[in-house]
């Protein structure tokens, strides 16, 4: 578990932690309560059981086995995406909110065509 982009998300985009809480139905305050715990001294395994519940509930999967969410369709619904980011391109996922190169280049690809034609 790389603690580094959960420092990142909770000195940077907060909100991102803040809106998952809210999702899953737990406490703002106790989540980023045990996300400061986890990300000072005492990492992960310092967390007491409650915490580790809503760390792994609210906060696991932002940072651990994150996919590309795909591109949105027609149907305003995103497409499937198999790729799972890295933890370079995790930081980068969450800065601008760029897809997998896959997804990119099949964005350039679309806009070239659409360039095409008109």
């Not at 809480?21 to 007491?48: F, H, M, P, Q």
């Not at 591109?71 to 799972?84: A, E, K, Q, Y």
């Amino acid at each position: 578990m790389d603690l580094s982009i959960l420092r990142y998300l909770y000195e940077s985009q907060v909100e991102i932690i803040e809106h998952s809480a809210i999702k899953e139905g737990c406490s703002i305050d106790t989540v980023l309560g045990a996300c400061r715990n986890a990300i000072g001294s005492s990492g992960y395994t310092g967390l007491d059981d409650n915490q580790k519940e809503h760390f792994d509930k609210v906060v696991l999967h932002l940072i651990e086995d994150v996919r590309c969410p795909g591109l949105v369709g027609l149907d305003g619904n995103h497409n499937n995406c198999l790729h799972t980011f890295t933890d370079d391109e995790l930081y980068t996922y969450y800065e601008s909110e760029t897809l997998c190169n896959r997804c990119e280049e099949q964005i350039d690809y679309e806009k070239q065509l659409a360039q095409k034609q008109t």
